[in-house]
């Protein structure tokens, strides 16, 4: 069965750091990428950073604070969030595409991100 699992969210001060994981289970095609998202309490899901093979994008507001990597052999992707800030608060998930037109999604559960000021 195929599934992401999410993990590494917490409580932390503004400036903190937290490093965020996304594990796939039971995927055997490679990924055409995964994506982070985050949904604060209240708003829309939100982009916030993607990997392929071919490079890595993010969402302005985090551009020079996170930083998305990979290690295929663990078939795990990271989020590294430094210097948070109240606004990243959210709960936060990871996709990953897959098909041949990258139009199959998988979605993990989430894992919760609170940043205090």
């Known amino acids: 069965q195929k599934e992401l699992v999410e993990s590494g969210g917490g409580s932390v001060q503004a400036g903190g750091s937290l490093r965020l994981s996304c594990i796939a289970h039971?995927?055997?095609?490679?990924?055409?990428?995964v994506d982070w998202y985050r949904q604060a309490e209240g708003e829309q899901r939100e982009w916030v950073s993607s990997i392929t093979r071919f490079d890595t994008s993010y969402t302005g507001s985090v551009k020079g604070r996170f930083t998305i990597s990979e290690d295929k052999a663990k078939d795990t992707v990271y989020l590294e969030m430094n210097s948070l800030k109240p606004e990243d608060t959210a709960m936060y998930f990871c996709r990953r595409r897959e098909g041949s037109l990258c139009t199959t999604s998988y979605w993990g559960q989430g894992t919760q991100v609170t940043v205090s000021s």
């Open positions: 039971g995927f055997i095609s490679d990924t055409c990428g």
